[in-house]
């Protein structure tokens, strides 16, 4: 088997490119063609499902990460080598801008009609806007401070699944072939019971790649900065969940896991104490 980290680069690039491709296409299809009317699980469902297949297809060469959060959370907790995270997490962010541009090579007429017909443009702040269909905001009423802890607290929640069902020392973990599956799963757990806020980044790469394509694309001050200067809250929000959430998962939960080595070893130091005591 041919194995190369330039292999393992290209994967997260195709992965999440992938990814955003379906993602933002589901945000485009709902903007534009009310495609949804409102079924607002229905979307969650989709990007889950996007989710699930970016995994299955580049989950064997690279572990999929598809998320800078995601591949800082596994080199700080789970041995994942330092020296790759830079890569990933640059190829990653390519990936996501690819992403972006797929969807705007299938909608880009229709965006254009959907601002025509609602006397608006690309660039103008407030009001109808596209920009949603490629990255977040926050919604009515959440201030970027707000925003900044509602990603923190969703993408904690994202990254301590991915924890429990990637732990060969979980003994409750899905089998292999449904990893993916319970990942797209969680994805659209988390967006279903907070996707609204601020329509759940939980990923760096999935919102600044798009960014940086709406930028070049002509949307403007939507993109950089954004309401409120918004654009850093769905970099720095998603990295401190992930760092988080590794920590509960790691200190507080993993070691009393019934498969950890270390509970195994202590288990078996007290079995051979207690035949010891038995035979004599």
Known sequence: MRQSIWGEYLAELIGTAFLLMVGDSVAAMAILYNAFSGDYWGICILWGLGVTMAVYLTGAISGAHLNPAVTIGFAMYGGFPWKKVPGFIVSQVIGGFLGAALTYQLFSPVINAFNAAHHTTRAALGGLTTSGIFFTHPNTGITTGHALVDEIIL??????????ISDNYNSNRPGANTAPLMVGLLVS????FGGQLEAWALNPAR?????LFGLLAGWGNNAFPGPSGYWWVPIVGP????????AVYNYLLRPFMPENPRRLAKAAGVMKKTSGASAS
Not at 155 to 164: D, F, K, N, Q, S
Request: no cysteine; aromatic share 4%; net charge neutral.
């Open 155 to 164: 993408t904690a929640a994202l990254v301590i699944g991915i924890l429990a």
């Open 189 to 192: 757990m988390v967006g279903g």
């Open 207 to 211: 919102d600044f790649g798009p960014r």
């Open 239 to 246: 990295i401190v969940g992930a760092v988080i959430a590794g």
